[in-house]
């Protein structure tokens, strides 16, 4: 009877262990689809950024979550911190987000270039409005919605 208990914990560790694994291991369900790379990516992301003035975007993978780009926007600030944001940008749609807020970011240049970049990859309307649905992993705190 304790080996069987024994054995059967064993069971749930390795089933923990094989799924975080091929959670790690695994491609992107949506890999097969066009995206843009990440110098458009961090074009697009920059346009956002910039409101703080002049920033550096480093890009900043997350590993948990590889659809999205991420960036780390830094500027010069001598009176507090450097860090200026973070922002993910949706590699089949060109979708901006401000990771900090987990909000969805929107001007009439980006609007523009999304529809481009829909046009470019053939990807259908319904498919493109599928792909909008996915959102990055935020750094929300408890009072953002």
């Known amino acids: 009877m304790k080996r069987t208990r024994r054995f059967r914990g064993f069971l749930g560790v390795w089933a923990l262990l094989c799924g975080i694994a091929t959670a ?3 491609p992107a369900q949506d890999a ?3 995206r843009i ?3 458009q990516a961090r074009g697009l ?3 956002f950024a910039n409101a703080h003035g002049t920033v550096e975007l480093t890009e900043s993978p997350r590993p948990l979550d ?3 780009f991420y960036f780390a926007a830094t500027w010069s600030n001598p009176v507090g911190s450097p860090m200026a944001g973070y922002y993910a ?5 060109g979708d901006v987000w ?3 807020a987990c909000k969805r970011l929107e001007s009439g240049r980006l609007r ?3 529809e481009d970049i829909r046009r470019r990859s053939g990807i259908s309307k319904d498919a493109y409005s599928e792909l909008r649905k996915k959102k990055p992993l935020c750094i929300e705190s408890k009072g953002h919605k």
Do not use: I, K, M
């Open 24 to 26: 790690f291991t695994a």
């Open 32 to 34: 097969t689809l066009p």
């Open 37 to 39: 790379g990440a110098d």
């Open 45 to 47: 992301a920059r346009e």
């Open 66 to 68: 590889r659809d999205f």
């Open 89 to 93: 940008v949706n590699p089949w749609t």
């Open 98 to 100: 401000d990771v900090n």
């Open 112 to 114: 523009r270039e999304r």
